[in-house]
């Protein structure tokens, strides 16, 4: 590793940058007409790839207020794509989790966004998509790694997979 950041390092980060954003975007509009919400899909999907949360662990792995998702809990609860019970540990914090409707909505929402991006990537030499692999496997590592600020250091915690506290 090479731990330098030059302007070459700076003009990788802002292509980067900029091509995520582009497909984030991209993927999001090929989300088919009716399905849920951006928020609503983050939430399944925080809880489909982290088990069991709490609204809290949930809200700080988004980087959002567990105030500001109070709406989008509620109604995954009434539409029966999460459940709602009391932690064993502290019975004053409840615990989500995604019930097989939900984990059903995730994995199609999931399936038709991979279906465009195979559609895309099938019109890419070999080499280019051989290239997009690795690129992806490396944006995985990148979101992964932590951050170099100590002030981020929460944030970093509840973005590593596999470090919410779980009930048991």
């Known amino acids: 590793m090479r731990g330098e950041i030059g302007s070459h390092e700076i003009e990788i980060a802002a292509d980067v940058r900029r ?7 991209r ?7 009716g ?5 609503k899909i983050m939430v399944l999907g925080h809880l489909y790839r982290e088990g069991p949360s709490t609204p809290g662990e949930v809200a700080a792995a988004e980087g959002q207020q567990p105030q500001s998702l109070t709406r ?8 029966g794509l999460l459940t709602r019970r009391r932690s064993e540990q502290d ?3 409840s615990v989500l989790e995604i019930t097989p409707a939900g984990r059903e909505e995730m994995e199609r929402d999931m ?3 991979d279906a465009w991006l195979a559609a895309t990537v099938a019109g890419l030499t070999e080499a280019e998509a051989d290239l997009l692999g690795v690129a992806g496997r490396l944006l995985s590592r990148i979101a992964s790694a932590p ?16 470090t919410a506290t779980q009930p048991s």
């Open 19 to 25: 091509g995520v954003a582009r497909l984030t975007r």
């Open 72 to 79: 989008v809990f509620a109604d995954l609860e009434r539409d």
């Open 111 to 113: 399936a038709e966004r």
């Open 91 to 93: 019975r004053r914090e």
């Open 27 to 33: 993927l999001r509009a090929e989300r088919a007409a």
């Open 147 to 162: 951050s170099p600020s100590p002030s981020a250091a929460g944030r970093d915690a509840a973005l590593t997979p596999g």
């Open 35 to 39: 399905a849920l919400s951006v928020n």
